[in-house]
């Protein structure tokens, strides 16, 4: 099911859904709500990036500050991280009802790599590669 802005809101109302900071009117759509981009990281000059190498970020991706009210434009055939001004929490992960509670939200997971961030990261997936 997709949730409608009304049942969002209401959603949020319930603390069903968080969303911080508050969203101005303008941020919701019929049936989505639109987050802003926060501190991007652009990708490089490298035609892919083999994450077994273990590099850091550092000359695989560049930051880049984009002024408050400007736009970003991503270019065709370009790739970026980001994280949103907006931060988003769900009690279920989606905005699809489930029939029960999960039994391991991502947040709890061991092996969850990206909960909490607040600045953009590079791919963690190295890390689990053995040998």
Request: aromatic letters at 10%.
């Amino acid at each position: 099911m997709v949730l409608s802005d009304v049942d969002v809101k209401r959603y949020i109302a319930e603390g069903k859904i968080k969303i911080t900071p508050e969203l101005p009117p303008d941020q919701f759509g019929s049936c989505s709500v639109d987050f802003r981009l926060g501190n991007v990281f652009e990708h490089s000059r490298h035609p892919y990036n083999d994450l077994r190498e273990n590099k850091g970020i550092e000359g695989i991706m560049h930051s880049v500050v984009v002024p408050a009210g400007e736009s970003f434009i991503l270019q065709p055939g370009k790739f970026l991280l980001d994280v949103t001004e907006e931060r988003l929490e769900l009690r279920s992960f989606t905005f699809e009802q489930l029939r029960s509670p999960s039994s391991m939200p991502y947040v709890k997971k061991a092996s969850n790599n990206y909960a909490g961030q607040t600045n953009p990261l590079a791919s963690r997936l190295a890390g689990e590669f053995k040998g």
